[in-house]
C-alpha cells in the first residue's frame, strides 16, 4: 500500500515491519514520534514487542545491549545530545558485535541549544563500531531501516539509519509500504549465532589481556570489510522484491562530468534540481551521493570519481580544527591514487543547524569551484554573517 507519512513514521513502519522483538525509548526531539508511533502498534498489538521506558538514552542502548545478547530483534533511536549520551553504550554494541539498528533524527549538537537538522551528532560517533546509513528520502528511510536488520543480522554489526531532522523526520511523503509477507521472506526471525543463555552458561565482553584484545578489534575491521559488500548484495535482493535500490554510493549524470558535486542526505535533492539545470545549459557536472559513511566505501567512491577534475564536497557537520567530515574522508580514501588521476577536492562547510541549503547557495559553490587558481584544499564556509 501507499501511506503519505513523515519520515518518522517510514522509520515506525520499518521496524514494524522487520519484526522488532524489543524497543527501548527515551523521547528527544526530533525523534520521538518514532518511538510514539512504535508505542501505539505495541499496545495495539499490530507489533508484538517488549516496549521499554527507561530514564535515559544511555539506559536505552543498555536496554537493546542486554535484549540484543540474548538473541531478541533490538531496536531504538535517538538524536543529538541523546545520541552524545549514548557514547559509552555505543561502544558496547559495536566491539560487542550486537545487530542492534538504531535510527538517528540528524540534529545540531548545543551548546546553543538547537533542534534542527546537522549531521555532526551522528558522525561524532563513528569510531564506534557502527554501520551508517544516511537517507534522502522517506521511501528510502523505510527500505533503509528493513535492510538495516538484515546486512546487521549478517555481519552481527550495529546498523544506525541516518535521516535530517525536519526536512524528513516532520514532512510527509508518498511511500511505499511492502506487504508483511513479503518483509517476513526477505528477513527471516533472527538466529544468533552466539547468545547469553541460562542453559548454556557463557561470559561475554569479560575482562580481555593484551594478547587477546587486538584480535578482537581485527575480526570488528574485517567486519566492517565484509559489510561493504553484503550491503551491495541485501540491496540486490530487497531490489528483486520491491524494484527500488540505492547503492553505498550513488553516480548522478556523472557519465562525462568534469566537475561532481558530492553529498548526503536531503542536501541531495536540492543537488540534483541544480545539476539538472546546470545540464540543460550544456555544463558537465554531476553528482556522487554517499549514502554509507561507515564504512567508508573507499573503492566505490575511486571509481565514481575516476576522470573527474574537480569535487566540491557539500558537508552539513564538522570537525572543529579540520573541517567537513566527508571531504576529510574523500582526501584520505583518494590520496595514494596516481596524480593524474586524482581530482582536486573542495570543502564546503554549509546549512548547520538546520539553516537551509538552496539552489542557489549551491550555485555559487558551483560558480567558486569552476575559478581557476584556487588551492586545491579549499575548506569555506559558506553563508556565514559577517
Not at 519520515?7 to 525523534?31: C, D, F, M
Not at 549465532?193 to 561470559?203: C, F, G
Request: net charge negative.
Amino acid at each position: 500500500m501507499r501511506k503519505v507519512i513523515v519520515g518518522n513514521h517510514a522509520v515506525s513502519w520499518g521496524v514494524k515491519l522487520a519484526r522488532a522483538e524489543v524497543i527501548a525509548a527515551y523521547p528527544i526531539t526530533p525523534q520521538t514520534q518514532i518511538v510514539e508511533e512504535l508505542s501505539e502498534m505495541c499496545a495495539s498489538g499490530e507489533l508484538k514487542a517488549r516496549f521499554i521506558k527507561v530514564e535515559s538514552e544511555h539506559s536505552a542502548m543498555a536496554a537493546c545491549v542486554g535484549a540484543s545478547a540474548t538473541g531478541a530483534r533490538a531496536f531504538t533511536a535517538s538524536s543529538s545530545q541523546g545520541l552524545a549520551l549514548m557514547h559509552e553504550m555505543l561502544h558496547w554494541a559495536g566491539s560487542g558485535r550486537l545487530p542492534i539498528v538504531m535510527a538517528d533524527v540528524n540534529r545540531a549538537l548545543g551548546p546553543g541549544w538547537n533542534i534542527w537538522t546537522d549531521q555532526t551528532d551522528s558522525l561524532a560517533q563513528r569510531d564506534t563500531g557502527w554501520i551508517q546509513l544516511y537517507c534522502e528520502t522517506n521511501q528510502e528511510v523505510l527500505d533503509t531501516t528493513i535492510m538495516a536488520f538484515r546486512l546487521a543480522e549478517q555481519v552481527d554489526l550495529p546498523v544506525m539509519v541516518v535521516l535530517d531532522a525536519f526536512f524528513l523526520s516532520h514532512t510527509a511523503e508518498p511511500v511505499d509500504i511492502p506487504d508483511q509477507e513479503l518483509v517476513d521472506r526477505f528477513l527471516p526471525p533472527r538466529r544468533a549465532r552466539y547468545k547469553l543463555d541460562v542453559d548454556d552458561p557463557h561470559s561475554y565482553g569479560a575482562l580481555v589481556r593484551p594478547d587477546d584484545y587486538m584480535e578482537m578489534r581485527w575480526h570488528l575491521q574485517d567486519a566492517m570489510h565484509d559489510a561493504v559488500a553484503r550491503f551491495d548484495g541485501v540491496e540486490t535482493e530487497w531490489a528483486t522484491l520491491v524494484g527500488r535500490s540505492y547503492g553505498a554510493v550513488e553516480s548522478y549524470r556523472t557519465e562525462d562530468a568534469d566537475i561532481a558535486l558530492v553529498t548526503s542526505g536531503t542536501i541531495t535533492s536540492t543537488a540534483r534540481h541544480v545539476i539538472d539545470q546546470h545540464r540543460e545549459n550544456g555544463e558537465k557536472i554531476g553528482l556522487v551521493k554517499i549514502k554509507m559513511f561507515r564504512p567508508f566505501p573507499t573503492d566505490a567512491l575511486r571509481l565514481a570519481l575516476a576522470g573527474i577534475d574537480r569535487v566540491a564536497v557539500l558537508d552539513r557537520n564538522f570537525s572543529p580544527g579540520q573541517g567537513g567530515i566527508f571531504a576529510a574522508e574523500l582526501r584520505s580514501a583518494l590520496y595514494d591514487l596516481p596524480a593524474e588521476d586524482r581530482p582536486a577536492i573542495y570543502g564546503y562547510v554549509l546549512g548547520l543547524g538546520g539553516r537551509d541549503v538552496t539552489p542557489a547557495v549551491i550555485d555559487g559553490i558551483i560558480d567558486h569551484v569552476r575559478m581557476p587558481g584556487i588551492p586545491a584544499r579549499a575548506d569555506l564556509w559558506v553563508g556565514v554573517k559577517a
